[in-house]
């Protein structure tokens, strides 16, 4: 059974810095693209950056270019998201997603698995 636990969330000043983990289980990751999501109060999910199996990287949220990294750990089954110069606009549920295969979507219909979420708050 695939599975996928966020953590690494909380609250944090504007301009903090958090790292976001999604561990996985029940599956080998570095045959799976995972892609982060974020749903903020009130508004629409969005996908925000996807990594490939084959290591690569997609961006989709423009709001957090510059700001938001994604890397992935294989041997520890783990997909990281890396957040600095936090605002208070990125204030969401963040959660991670799998699918088998190398193609990076900002869709979180073409993804299989998810996690049940992790709270970031951004405020002073």
């Known amino acids: 059974q695939l599975q996928l636990v966020e953590s690494g969330g909380g609250l944090v000043q504007p301009g903090g810095s958090l790292t976001l983990s999604c561990t996985t289980s029940g599956f080998t990751l570095e045959h799976y693209t995972v892609g982060w999501f974020r749903q903020a109060p009130g508004k629409e999910s969005e996908g925000v950056l996807c990594i490939s199996s084959l290591g690569g990287s997609t961006n989709y949220a423009d709001s957090v270019e510059d700001r938001f990294t994604i890397s992935r750990d294989n041997a520890k089954n783990t997909v990281y998201l890396q957040m600095s110069s936090l605002k208070p606009e990125d204030t969401a549920i963040y959660y991670c997603?799998?699918?088998?295969?190398?193609?990076?979507?900002?869709?979180?219909?073409?993804?299989?698995?998810w996690g049940q979420g992790t709270q970031v708050t951004v405020s002073s």
């Open positions: 997603a799998a699918v088998g295969g190398w193609y990076c979507s900002g869709d979180g219909g073409n993804y299989d698995s």
